[in-house]
């Protein structure tokens, strides 16, 4: 779903700087290039937690089995 998301709005920008010029063109050119920006930091943060929340995951089963409460 987050890849996606990144996807739609690179392909707004693409599609955006392809089209028309003038400084109206140009500032939404600027805010979808600035949304897009956003979308990576937020897919880079997310997948930080991700990443965290597997090794949490990945310590306590390892823990729960040394205390033989999972197979």
């Known amino acids: 779903?987050?890849?996606?998301?990144?996807?739609?709005?690179?392909?707004?920008?693409?599609?955006?700087?392809?089209?028309?010029?003038?400084?109206v063109c140009d500032a939404a050119q600027d805010e979808l290039f600035v949304a897009g920006g956003q979308v990576v930091l937020d897919l880079r943060a997310s997948i930080i937690k991700d990443n965290s929340v597997s090794e949490n995951l990945?310590?306590?089963t390892t823990e729960m089995q040394k205390h033989c409460l999972i197979n």
């Open 1 to 23: 779903m987050r890849i996606a998301a990144a996807n739609i709005a690179i392909y707004e920008l693409v599609g955006s700087s392809s089209t028309g010029t003038g400084s």
């Open 58 to 60: 990945k310590s306590y």
